[in-house]
């Protein structure tokens, strides 16, 4: 195949067209090496997601915190609450934590 061949060829004429030549490059930086970058608002995006994620997982917590607040008004359910929880005790107390084994040999 001769060059006048390959010349006449319409995929040639597009190829070697300016606007072409100068688009191909741009559209390759712009897709990965700029600032801007697809590959940087991808990830960008993924972060937000998470974030997102996670204020709607500590709003959840927010509201059961509230919820144990308000049943723990109280002063004889905190006393509960703080012995059971946090394993708290009077003065004149002692506590025994009883452990079963829960392994079956």
Do not use: C
Not at 2 to 23: D, G, M, P, R
Not at 67 to 84: M, V, W
């Amino acid at each position: 195949m001769s060059f006048k061949n390959i010349k006449n060829k319409k995929a040639f004429k597009i190829l070697t067209n300016t606007f072409v030549l100068i688009f191909i490059p741009f559209f390759v930086w712009m897709l990965f090496f700029d600032e801007n970058s697809y590959l940087t608002h991808r990830k960008f995006n993924l972060e937000i997601e998470d974030l997102e994620r996670t204020i709607s997982f500590y709003q959840s917590k927010i509201a059961s915190d509230k919820a144990t607040i308000k049943k723990l008004g109280d002063s004889l359910q905190l006393e509960r609450f703080a012995r059971e929880t946090y394993l708290m005790k009077r003065a004149n107390e002692d506590i025994y934590l009883i452990e079963f084994d829960t392994l079956k040999k």
